[in-house]
T-cell receptor
Framework: SAVISQKPSRDICQRGTSLTIQCQVDSQVTMMFWYRQQPGQSLTLIATANQGSEATYESGFVIDKFPISRPNLTFSTLTVSNMSPEDSSIYLC??????????FGEGSRLTVL | AQKITQTQPGMFVQEKEAVTLDCTYDTSDPSYGLFWYKQPSSGEMIFLIYQGSYDQQNATEGRYSLNFQKARKSANLVISASQLGDSAMYFCAMRESSSNTGKLIFGQGTTLQVKP
């Protein structure tokens, strides 16, 4: 079964800056997914990252704010651009395995001051 | 309308006892999957158990079992023989066949505290 690793695990950033989160899967997967969990809230899908094509964004999320790269079948990055305190969240990378269970990386806890 | 409802914001259970975490769902899709995840304070999301809408038997994984009542649209998680390490947030989630394979709809979660 595949394992997902993310980095950074946590970071504190200044308003107006950008941060790129990396996600590495230890086996090839067709699709990777990025979720956001705001403080005290549940998880919300940001976008689906396919290798070789543009990411597909969910309603309320745009490419300019959350650009995503997917250079190969084991790696993806999510950038949180021009950050504000409202972007303080846990960002989680995920992929499918087996019967379709979605499994997650350890998450990247982002605090924006 | 809420698609996944977890009505228990917080639950307490005595160590070694069993506990049931409630989850109801709403979908018109005949094919769907139901998931439970555990989120400790570290923030990672740990997959616990999966139930497909066409599965004949309730899913079980070690101390976790899913009480799937399709007609009532409920998918409660039962944790047997609770351990202190079970203290965490628990999320119920659903995937509809009409959605992509990575899109899960999550409930608001239930915080479980296991007392020694």
């Amino acid at each position: 079964s595949a394992v997902i690793s993310q980095k950074p695990s946590r970071d504190i950033c200044q308003r107006g800056t950008s941060l790129t989160i990396q996600c590495q899967v230890d086996s090839q997967v067709t699709m990777m997914f990025w979720y956001r969990q705001q403080p005290g809230q549940s998880l919300t899908l940001i976008a689906t990252a396919n290798q070789g094509s543009e990411a597909t964004y969910e309603s309320g999320f745009v490419i300019d704010k959350f650009p995503i790269s997917r250079p190969n079948l084991t790696f993806s990055t999510l950038t949180v651009s021009n950050m504000s305190p409202e972007d303080s969240s846990i960002y989680l990378c995920s992929a499918n395995r087996g019967r379709g269970e979605l499994f997650f990386g350890e998450g990247s806890r982002l605090t924006v001051l | 309308a809420q698609k996944i409802t977890q009505t228990q914001p917080g639950m307490f259970v005595q160590e070694k006892e069993a506990v049931t975490l409630d989850c109801t769902y709403d979908t018109s899709d005949p094919s769907y999957g139901l998931f439970w995840y555990k989120q400790p304070s570290s923030g990672e999301m740990i997959f616990l158990i999966y139930q497909g809408s066409y599965d004949q038997q309730n899913a079980t994984e070690g101390r976790y079992s899913l009480n799937f009542q399709k007609a009532r649209k409920s998918a409660n998680l039962v944790i047997s023989a609770s351990q202190l390490g079970d203290s965490a947030m628990y999320f119920c989630a659903m995937r509809e066949s009409s959605s992509n394979t990575g899109k899960l709809i999550f409930g608001q979660g239930t915080t479980l505290q296991v007392k020694p």
